[in-house]
């Protein structure tokens, strides 16, 4: 299993954007499929947005289509999500994870797909 690790988080104004980066070690990167998470305070853990294993399938979330990117580097055994346009209700603690098979197409993917977890970053949006 790959362990991963997320930077990035921080405090931003409403409007503002924001990247998220998650480096990954110990595996074979390329065999997983990618997903961010969120988890507001009260609320359960949500599915953001996914990539498939080559990076040409992705998944979002109705709330941050049109203003939220993933990507990957799979020789840089990275993921990023590019946060534009930040609402306060994007507040929450973001999570990367790794689902491990080479997926053709990325889809909502419930959370107990995924093997490896992010410790987390905190994301807050200041209105």
């Known amino acids: 299993q790959v362990q991963l690790v997320e930077s990035g988080g921080g405090l931003v104004q409403a409007g503002a954007s924001r990247r998220l980066s998650c480096a990954a070690s110990?595996?074979?990167?390329?065999?997983?499929?990618m997903g961010w998470f969120r988890q507001a305070p009260g609320k359960e853990r949500e599915l953001v947005t996914s990539?498939?294993?080559?990076?040409?399938?992705?998944y979002y979330a109705d709330p941050v289509k049109g203003r939220f990117t993933i990507s990957r580097d799979n020789a840089k055994k990275s993921v990023y999500l590019q946060m534009n346009s930040l609402k306060p209700e994007d507040t929450a603690v973001y999570y990367c994870?790794?689902?491990?098979?080479?997926?053709?197409?990325?889809?909502?993917?419930?959370?107990?797909?995924?093997?490896?977890w992010g410790q987390g970053t905190q994301v807050t949006v200041s209105s």
């Open positions: 110990g595996g074979a990167f390329s065999s997983y499929a």
């Open positions: 994870a790794a689902r491990l098979g080479r997926f053709p197409i990325a889809s909502m993917v419930p959370s107990a797909d995924f093997g490896s």
């Open positions: 990539i498939n294993w080559s990076g040409f399938s992705t």
